[in-house]
């Protein structure tokens, strides 16, 4: 990535008011090692186990009533490589209320493990910049039914309608960073196939498990080169263990006016 440089139409995956933003190369190839490392070094007990998945949370832990209790983010997001300082420059986050990521998770993905359409919900900024370490995967980006029509929808935990088939499908590469905001942030939902590969029949069309054909709406602008090729030619890519930093903006924050462990009565909003 040019650092300095804010979003543009190069990098623009989906118009606004549905924006999404894709930058590859995002870090270079020894920041990322440098930042597995780092992730591998860190204690097991950051880790919270989930169902599937695990992940840990850095930048503090969401009170009740959605406040973030602040506590300082891993160094090496601040320093080398920069993360926090490069989402910023992408200007991404400049109508958010702190102009930059505050609270990032880290979720760990192995190969057949990957996370149901969902959406991020109200305790954030509308904006996320997902970035990808450690291996490929594919973003799928959802629809609501409004008409509820039982033959074509799948069900969220909350009970709403979506239509199964992806309204946008977006490749992402080790080192990218996808940035999403607008309506495809406050009115979509987003996830990730559970599979251990990706099959790909050429011209960027991607094989869905429910056996739809989706095209990568990105797959012409991939620059890792066997990627590249499989995405144009067809062929299979197998995932590996992947680890994605998503980076928001927690509008309410507290900081600690005495002690340790605050109660909502010992916190200041920031």
């Known amino acids: 990535m040019q650092h300095g440089t804010a979003l543009s139409n190069d990098v623009l ?12 190369d995002f870090i270079t190839v020894e920041e ?6 780092k ?22 832990e969401i009170l009740q009533k959605n406040v ?3 506590k300082a983010m891993p160094p090496f997001l601040t320093s080398y490589p920069n993360v926090i300082g490069r989402l910023k420059e992408t200007q991404a986050f400049a ?8 609270h990032i998770i880290l979720n760990e993905y192995l190969p057949g493990q990957g996370i149901m359409p969902h959406e991020d919900g109200p305790l954030y900024y509308p904006v996320v910049g997902t970035v990808s370490l450690g291996s490929h995967s594919v973003f799928h980006y959802y629809a609501y039914n409004s008409d509820r029509t039982p033959d074509h929808v799948a069900h969220t935990s909350s009970g709403r309608t979506i239509y ?8 992402l590469e080790p ?15 987003h996830g990730i196939d559970e599979v251990t590969h990706d099959v790909f029949l050429g011209d960027g069309r991607l094989l869905c498990p429910t056996g739809d054909e989706v095209v990568l709406s990105n797959w012409r602008t991939v620059r890792t080169q066997n990627m590249a090729d499989v995405l144009r030619y067809g062929g299979t890519l197998p995932r590996e263990t992947r680890l994605s930093l998503t980076c928001r903006d927690v509008e309410k924050v507290a900081t600690p006016m005495r002690g340790h ?3 909502l009565n010992q916190v200041r909003l920031v």
Do not use: C, M
């Open 32 to 37: 990322e090692e440098y930042l597995l490392r």
């Open 39 to 60: 992730i591998d070094e860190s204690p097991k007990l950051n880790w919270k186990p989930l169902g599937n998945r695990r992940l840990q949370l850095w930048g503090g």
């Open 175 to 189: 080192r990218s960073v996808i940035i999403t905001s607008g309506d495809l942030y406050t009115s979509h939902l």
């Open 68 to 70: 973030l209790f602040r």
């Open 95 to 102: 109508f958010s209320p702190h102009k930059q990521p505050n």
């Open 261 to 263: 462990l605050p109660a």
């Open 13 to 24: 995956v989906t118009a606004a008011p549905a924006a999404a933003h894709y930058i590859p």
């Open 164 to 171: 199964p088939k992806p309204v946008l499908s977006v490749f």
